[in-house]
Nanobody, 120 residues
Framework: QVQLVESGGGLVQPGGSLRLTCAAS????????MSWYRQAPGKERELVAD????????NYADSVKGRFTISRDNAKNTVYLQMNSLKPEDAAVYYC?????????????WGEGTLVTVSS
């Protein structure tokens, strides 16, 4: 089954940390760059970070630079998002995405998302 499954979300206080995990299956994970997106209530989904297929290149939204780190383990078919110094405005559903996955006809593959709540 071709899928992405996110986990690791939860409730955290401002200034706290969370590590999100996205487990991939059913396709050759190491061939694909991966991305994390987020969507807050009433807002459009936005790109948070992405990482090249080999992990050597990363990019971040300005709003998370210096606080979030994207990484991957191709042996485990997993991509991570380490989130530090969380702010209330980071609260959102976080999704991982694999672009144009050949096994599903070249469509983007999205996970179901994991909810991050930042509140005291």
């Amino acid at each position: 089954q071709v899928q992405l499954v996110e986990s690791g979300g939860g409730l955290v206080q401002p200034g706290g940390s969370l590590r999100l995990t996205c487990a991939a299956s059913g396709f050759t994970f190491s061939f694909y760059a991966m991305s994390w997106y987020r969507q807050a209530p009433g807002k459009e989904r936005e790109l948070v970070a992405d990482i090249s297929s080999g992990g050597g290149s990363t990019n971040y939204a300005d709003s998370v630079k210096g606080r979030f780190t994207i990484s991957r383990d191709n042996a485990k078919n997993t991509v991570y998002l380490q989130m530090n110094s969380l702010k209330p405005e980071d609260a959102a559903v976080y999704y991982c995405k694999a672009p144009k996955v050949r096994r599903i006809g070249g469509m983007d593959l999205w996970g179901e998302g994991t909810l991050v709540t930042v509140s005291s």
